[in-house]
């Protein structure tokens, strides 16, 4: 899914919920679904683009070692 596609669907998620939300007055609501909502985007756009780096080389760096010394210890 192209990051222009995500966008579009985050304003449209943002079209259906801000209004109900500043209907009632949620202002710790709105702080936290604009928050979130900018924080999810931002991470696919930099996740799509190449600049942030995916969880598995992390996991693969922790659990080498661990895996290795379980080989070695079984031979």
């Known amino acids: 899914m192209s990051t222009f596609a995500v966008i579009v ?8 919920e801000l209004p109900r ?9 709105i702080t ?3 928050g ?12 799509e683009k ?3 780096p995916n969880p598995v080389y992390w996991m693969e760096m922790v ?7 379980v080989m070695t210890w079984l031979k």
């Open 21 to 29: 939300l500043i209907r009632k007055r949620q202002r710790k609501e």
């Open 9 to 16: 669907v985050s304003i449209m998620v943002c079209a259906y």
């Open 50 to 52: 190449g600049v942030v």
């Open 36 to 47: 979130l909502l900018v924080i999810s985007v931002g991470l696919y756009a930099g996740a």
């Open 32 to 34: 936290v679904f604009l």
């Open 63 to 69: 659990y080498k070692p661990v895996y290795d010394g």
